[in-house]
């Protein structure tokens, strides 16, 4: 069994490969500053070290601990905050990673496997659903923060001799996907209409997103590792199916009993009107392809939505 390093593992996506790690028999250091992750997220087989992944102590831990392979999911990850301050969103997810090459390059590190975004490298892609070989157009800092951060990766992979594995996830939801910080609309959707309150559709409501389970994502990552391909590798994790916002609500009132009316706004500007990966490289190269069907995962995901909220 592996031992294997997980940054950002008391998030959402994160947790999820913790779990599957510990289930799989193999020793697990979590790193995680817990701005958006949660202790409880982290399974108590688990090690965590509540550190940034830009401190130097958590170079020296990796350096100590020695990981053969490495799962980095730590990450500046909104949007809007890094058009606000690029500044900062460079610092966590270019000097981070940079930083964590480093020690993984001392420790003998032989695989990374980097949590990449799709929609966010391609912007508004001429081809849906979209290859990896379309044109890499980031429409914001966050997009180009991680488009660095795979050229970094094929830049250790090639010179290092590390197998490095970038998979540009679609819109990832699931249990432990909350409404606040990290969630997505699906986990705003379910959480508004569980408590009967409105949902705000920004534009026509006709915007299209590939949504992709998070069990779904944990199983791309471990087939990585499995594979560990000796070239750098980026590749699309998503359905290919598009759905609309208006589908999406659609489908969650359904399920939820209907409580909660659809309010209008104003579009938001630099929103994607169309997104969906192309995951059939990911077929060819890891033997991957998605198991859960929309309609089942979004029952599932309320399920729990609901069973917290009864819980709190």
Same mark, same amino acid.
């Given at each position: 069994m592996a031992r294997t390093l997980v940054t950002g593992?008391?998030?959402f996506i994160g947790s999820h490969i913790v779990d599957a790690l510990v289930d799989r028999g193999h020793g697990v250091l979590v790193i995680d500053n817990l701005v958006r992750g949660k202790r409880e997220n982290v399974n108590p087989a688990a090690e965590l070290v509540e550190l940034d992944v830009r401190d130097e102590r958590a170079a020296e831990l990796v350096r100590g601990f020695g990981p053969e392979v490495i799962f980095h999911h730590a990450a500046q990850m909104d949007v809007r905050k890094s058009v606000a301050d690029?500044?900062?969103?460079?610092?966590?997810?270019?000097?981070?990673?940079?930083?964590?090459?480093?020690?993984?390059?001392?420790?003998?590190?032989r695989q990374v496997v980097f949590a990449s975004s799709g929609g966010a490298i391609y912007g508004e892609a001429g081809q849906v659903p979209t290859p990896e070989t379309a044109p890499l157009n980031p429409e914001s800092p966050y997009g180009v923060s991680k488009?660095?951060?795979?050229?970094?990766l094929g830049y250790y992979g090639r010179g290092k001799g590390?197998?490095?594995?970038?998979?540009r996830y679609a819109n990832v939801y699931g249990p432990r996907q909350d409404p606040y910080g990290e969630g997505g609309v699906v986990a705003i959707f379910t959480s508004r209409l569980l408590a009967a309150e409105p949902c705000c559709v920004?534009? #026509? *409501?006709?915007?299209? $997103?590939?949504?992709?389970?998070?069990?779904?994502?944990?199983?791309?990552?471990?087939?990585?590792? @499995?594979?560990?391909?000796?070239?750098?590798?980026?590749?699309?994790?998503?359905?290919?199916q598009e759905t609309t916002v208006n589908e999406l609500y659609a489908e969650l009132s359904a399920i939820t009993g209907g409580r909660g009316e659809l309010r209008p706004e104003p579009a938001r500007a630099g929103e994607l009107l169309r997104s969906?990966? #192309? *995951?059939?490289?990911? $077929?060819?190269v890891l033997g991957w392809e998605p198991q859960i069907p929309l309609r089942?995962?979004?029952? @599932?995901?309320?399920?729990?939505?609901a069973g917290q909220k009864g819980a709190a």
């Open positions: 593992g008391a998030g690029p500044m900062y969103d460079a610092d966590v997810n270019i000097l981070g990673i940079i930083n964590l090459m480093e020690a993984a390059t001392d420790a003998g590190t488009l660095c951060s795979e050229l970094y590390m197998s490095c594995v970038s998979l920004f534009g #026509d *409501g006709e915007q299209t $997103r590939d949504y992709t389970h998070v069990h779904d994502v944990v199983a791309a990552n471990l087939a990585a590792m @499995e594979a560990a391909p000796e070239e750098p590798v980026c590749l699309n994790i998503g359905t290919g969906a990966l #192309d *995951g059939r490289r990911a $077929r060819a089942d995962g979004l029952r @599932e995901y309320v399920k729990y939505m």
